[in-house]
C-alpha cells in the first residue's frame, strides 16, 4: 500500500479507507451547495446551507437558501422542519430501513460494501475518485448513487443521488471539518407553539 500512488489504489481499498475514515470520526460539518433536477417538471432547484453529523446516528441539514428548513435525524426519528409553512413532518427510521441508506451511512449506520454494489467511474481530476453504487436492496429510496471522494482524505466532496423517475440531487461540500464532539443542541429542534407536526409512516426523502 505504501508504494502504490492514490490513482492505483484498488477499489477494494479506497472503500475500506472511505468506511475507516468515516467510523473513526466522531463528529464533523460542512458547508453544501443542492441542486435537485426535476427532469419530469425540466427545472433545477438551487439550496445551500450546513450539515452536522454526529455520531452515532445523527444528523442535521440546515437549509439557509433559498428558504430556512431542518432536517433532522436523531433516536431513530426523522424530522422536516419548514418555518414558513410552519409544519414539521416526522417519521421513524429504523437502522435496517434500506430505504434511507445514503442518510444512514452518513449518520454512521451501514457499510458501502454491504448495502452497495461499487464501480469506478471515469474522472478528469487527479485527487478525485468517481464511484457509482447500486444499492443491493430493492427497498432503497433510489437507483444509484454517485461518489466524489478525495484520494488522500477519503472524505466524500460530492454526492449525486438519482431516482426512479429521473431526477437528480447532486450535493457539493466545503469548508469540512472535523471536531471531537458537537454541542449537544445542535441536535436540538426547538418548534413554535403554532407548529403542526404531521406524523407519516414512512418517508424516504426530505426537501
Excluded: C
Aim: glycine share 2%; aromatic share 8%.
Amino acid at each position: 500500500m505504501a508504494s502504490m500512488s492514490r490513482a492505483d489504489e484498488s477499489l477494494d481499498n479506497l472503500l475500506d479507507r472511505i468506511q475507516h475514515t468515516y467510523e473513526q470520526t466522531k463528529a464533523l460539518s460542512a458547508d453544501f451547495v443542492q441542486v435537485a433536477t426535476l427532469t419530469t417538471l425540466n427545472r433545477e432547484q438551487a439550496s445551500a446551507g450546513r450539515v452536522y453529523i454526529q455520531k452515532p446516528y445523527a444528523i442535521r441539514w440546515e437549509y439557509t437558501q433559498p428558504d430556512s428548513q431542518t432536517i433532522l435525524y436523531k433516536d431513530d426519528l426523522l424530522r422536516i422542519y419548514t418555518p414558513k409553512r410552519k409544519q414539521v413532518l416526522q417519521s421513524e427510521i429504523k437502522t435496517d430501513d434500506r430505504t434511507n441508506v445514503a442518510l444512514l451511512f452518513l449518520a454512521g449506520i451501514g457499510t458501502l460494501k454491504d448495502a452497495f454494489t461499487v464501480t469506478s467511474l471515469p474522472s478528469t481530476e487527479s485527487q478525485i475518485r468517481r464511484l457509482r453504487l447500486v444499492p443491493r436492496s430493492p427497498q432503497a429510496g433510489f437507483t444509484e448513487l454517485h461518489l466524489a471522494v478525495n484520494q488522500q482524505s477519503a472524505f466524500i466532496e460530492s454526492l449525486t443521488i438519482y431516482d426512479y423517475i429521473g431526477n437528480r440531487t447532486h450535493i457539493r461540500f466545503a469548508a469540512l471539518q472535523t471536531h471531537p464532539s458537537l454541542p449537544a443542541d445542535t441536535f436540538d429542534l426547538t418548534l413554535p407553539s403554532d407548529t403542526e407536526v404531521i406524523s407519516q409512516p414512512a418517508m424516504s426523502q426530505g426537501r
